[in-house]
Nanobody, 126 residues
């Protein structure tokens, strides 16, 4: 499956952005999807994930709980990340990722995902 992320940009602290990731070439509804981010000089970190059809898993990093919401539209092969109350520390390149046979207990690890989008830059100014 190929993943294409978009929606990043420059926003002031307290603002909102909505990231989207469109999948092609695979049975999207069966894929476990996640969002990760990587700030300059830091390792890639988990943000949120959502399970595929037939399962009901939704996880968020503690740092984004209550501010970010992950959702998916299987009819449009899209997973989205609504980001509200953005903070300067949310500045990073955001990546969407997918895997068809992911083990739920490993869903917060980037190593568990086989497919990655190209990343979209989110910059939050103070």
């Amino acid at each position: 499956v190929q993943l294409q992320a978009s929606g990043g940009g420059l926003v002031q602290a307290g603002g909102s952005l909505r990231l989207s990731c469109v999948a092609s070439g695979g049975a999207f509804s069966r894929y476990f999807m996640g969002w990760f981010r990587q700030a300059p000089g830091k390792e890639r970190e988990f943000v949120a994930c959502i399970s595929g059809l037939g399962r009901s898993t939704l996880k968020y990093a503690e740092s984004v709980k209550g501010r970010f919401t992950i959702s998916r539209d299987n009819a449009k092969n899209t997973v989205s990340l609504q980001m509200n109350s953005l903070k300067p520390e949310d500045t990073a390149v955001y990546y969407c990722a997918g895997d068809r046979s992911l083990i739920v207990g490993l869903a917060t690890s980037p190593d568990a995902y086989d497919y990655w989008g190209q990343g979209t830059l989110v910059t939050v100014s103070s």
